[in-house]
């Protein structure tokens, strides 16, 4: 829809893990380095967490693509909601594996029969399974009987396992600890920082053909680092939709103010990028309110504590006065200290207010009431709020 007009050869915000696209920041290019170490050094588990698009399988598959296929046997699984049968069944089929028996027994002398067999060829055989925190705890104690298939120095194949962080946790349970101590290698694969972030967009953009590497304006990059928190995959929902609507508007440049509008409009329809995109949207603009309005809001949360305590101070001075109440029985002429006589009636003496409170409020109350002059003269709706709250809170 828009490469023409922004003179891309290609989409460059696309949400497929390409791995043309990978933009090796310092966080993937470390990661990067553990797995080819890993490889190299004959490491039997290698676990790689990350947040939900943080770039693992885009990485992996740039990892695969710098790998000699004619040495090194990969099978890599993408469906992991399955049971620890199917799971074999799934890895014998990966590899091209035979399995004439139905029992279990039949399925482990084959696949032993293939690592034994790529073994003696010196061929290197690595298992990659994505989204591994979906596994049971069968299934992953299946893959950990796995690693007893070795020459009694090192294992006969390599097995790298994906998932997001609350893979760490499920690695971390007690019934799954003789699998967590055969991790050799883990590395958790942290969202990029503001400058990362930039070069990543920069390096998409130069990938997709782009003459112009500065189409983001640097308040819209600051904005799509706010809202996607250096999240890849979030990065790219709102550049794409961000140079959408920049076509739309005939705009050669994406400012900050259709990155908000995308981000307004995604939480409009119900759906959020981030936990906290839907409280971010508004930080900024509150923080651009330095006069008078912000100001008073402030007011407005100091008088309401307050008021608060001056009420609360009241209900305990009354409840103390109430029970040095003088008994039912006294004498109907004796008067007691904490009463004084009005004509023929007896009240209750007021309980003495908090010096300190009522200066403060008094002083606050002096604010608001400048802040109300400060204020644009047809804002009615700002006095009316205002008048409100000094009638609730003073006239008590």
């Known amino acids: 829809m828009y490469e023409n007009f922004y003179e891309f050869t290609e989409k460059p915000f696309s949400l497929l893990a390409d791995p ?11 990661a990067l380095n553990y797995l080819e170490y890993g490889l190299s050094e004959q490491a039997g588990f290698i676990v790689i967490t990350g947040e939900v698009g943080s770039g693992k399988t885009t990485l992996i598959k740039y990892l695969i693509n710098k790998l000699d296929k004619a ?36 399925r482990y002398e084959a696949l032993t029969g293939f690592l034994l067999q790529e073994y003696v060829k010196k061929n290197k055989v690595v298992l990659i399974i994505d989204e591994a925190q979906n596994l049971s705890s069968e299934t992953l104690e299946e893959i950990r009987m796995l690693s007893n298939l070795n020459d009694e120095k090192q294992p006969l194949f390599h097995i790298i396992l994906l998932g997001q962080p609350n893979l760490r946790d499920r690695l971390n349970q007690k019934a799954l600890e003789q699998l967590r101590q055969r991790i050799s290698i ?6 990029l920082d503001f400058e990362d972030a930039v070069q990543y967009i920069t390096h998409r953009l130069k990938k997709a053909g782009s003459p112009h590497a500065d189409i983001f304006m640097p308040a819209a990059l600051e904005s799509i680092y706010q809202h996607s928190r250096g999240i890849p995959r979030v990065i790219n929902i709102i ?46 603009r509150q923080s651009q309110d330095n006069g008078p309005g912000k100001e008073l809001e402030e007011i407005k949360e100091h008088y309401a504590a307050l008021n608060k305590n001056i009420f609360e101070l009241t209900l305990l001075v009354k409840k103390l006065y109430a029970e040095k109440e003088p008994s039912k029985k006294a004498p109907p ?16 003496r007021r309980p003495p207010a908090n010096k300190k409170l009522n200066q403060e409020m008094s002083v606050l109350r002096d604010r608001v009431k400048g802040l109300e002059k400060k204020l644009h ?7 009316r709020a205002v008048s409100r709250l000094l009638v609730k809170t003073l006239g008590r």
């Not at 043309?20 to 470390?30: Q, R």
């Not at 890599?76 to 029992?103: A, Q, R, Y």
């Not at 883990?186 to 969202?191: A, G, M």
């Open 377 to 383: 003269k047809n804002n009615t709706a700002g006095r």
């Open 186 to 191: 883990h590395y958790h694969l942290d969202p």
């Open 71 to 106: 040495s090194i046997k990969i099978a890599m699984l993408f469906n992991t909601n399955i049971s620890p049968h199917e799971f074999l069944e799934i890895v014998l089929k990966e590899w091209d594996i035979t399995c004439t028996g139905k029992e279990k027994t039949d």
């Open 20 to 30: 043309a696209f990978l933009y090796l920041s310092k966080k993937h290019e470390l």
């Open 333 to 348: 002429n004796t008067v007691h200290k904490s009463r004084k006589l009005s004509g023929n009636t007896e009240k209750k």
């Open 239 to 284: 550049c794409d939709t961000a140079l959408v609507y920049g076509f739309a508007d005939g705009a050669e440049k994406i400012d900050k103010t259709i990155i908000e509008t995308v981000v307004e409009e995604r939480i409009k329809g119900g759906l959020i990028f981030l936990e906290e995109t839907a409280r971010s949207i508004v930080a900024p």
